[in-house]
């Protein structure tokens, strides 16, 4: 089944405690890219990639870090949580990057940073 | 900059009556794609639709149906024959060129009575 997997789905941590959630994707597609969600703001992108080692700056890409050394995965790493990154965040995929290609997301990840 | 500006937060509607969900988008990009998606309570994005900027017919799938106007520059969803199962929040959203990005609105919170 072609899917975007996350992990973990729920965590809740504390202040200064680095984490990472994990994407996967089995598509075997290029691009792939993070996305926050809260309430009233809609999804912002934090990061996105267009391929392997290749990786950009999204429109919030303030306190988190991302790698791609496989075409599959892209993670995202928090240093130092803070609890203004309490949120849902997406990780999404897509074939190639274009403006018709539609992306495929992941089911979500629920982080609250006490 | 792209914008996508859905002004309605919430919106009630019979079950088997239609439901018309606003989105208004700007861009300078000539080519660009707009989407809608769909986030059930438990919270994953579901694709729905995809209506791009030089499609000369307005995109339907099943009993969505997007009703582009592009010298209004909008592209508002319909809904026919609303199921319970439509409660949710609506997310409409724009990839303009380059792609690097899904540019979401704020959503709409749609609710279906019996």
């Known amino acids: 089944e072609a899917q975007v997997t996350q992990n973990p789905r729920y965590l809740i941590t504390v202040t200064g405690k680095k984490l990472t959630v994990t994407c996967s994707q089995n598509m075997n597609h290029e691009y792939m890219s993070w996305y926050r969600q809260d309430p009233g703001l809609g999804l912002r992108q934090i990061y996105y990639s267009m391929n392997v080692e290749v990786t950009d700056k999204g429109d919030v890409p303030e306190g988190y870090k991302v790698s791609r050394k496989e075409k599959r995965n892209f993670p995202l790493i928090l240093e130092s949580p803070s609890p203004n990154q309490t949120s849902l965040y997406f990780c999404?995929?897509?074939?190639?990057?274009?403006?018709?290609?539609?992306?495929?997301f992941g089911p979500g990840t629920r982080l609250l940073v006490l | 900059a792209q914008k996508i500006t859905q002004t309605q937060p919430g919106m009630f509607v019979q079950e088997k009556e239609a439901v018309t969900l606003d989105c208004t988008y700007d861009t300078s990009d000539p080519s660009y794609g707009l989407f809608w998606y769909k986030q059930p309570s438990s919270g994953e994005m579901i694709f729905l639709i995809y209506?791009?900027?030089?499609?000369?017919q307005n995109a339907t799938e099943g009993r969505y149906s997007l009703n582009f106007q592009k010298a209004r520059k909008s592209a508002n969803l319909v809904i026919s024959a609303s199921q319970l199962g439509d409660s949710a929040m609506y997310f409409c959203?724009?990839?303009?060129?380059?792609?690097?990005?899904?540019?979401f609105g704020t959503g709409t919170q749609l609710k279906v009575e019996l």
């Open positions: 959203a724009m990839r303009g060129g380059g792609g690097n990005k899904l540019t």
């Open positions: 999404a995929s897509s074939l190639y990057l274009g403006e018709q290609e539609t992306q495929y």
């Open positions: 209506q791009g900027s030089y499609d000369q």
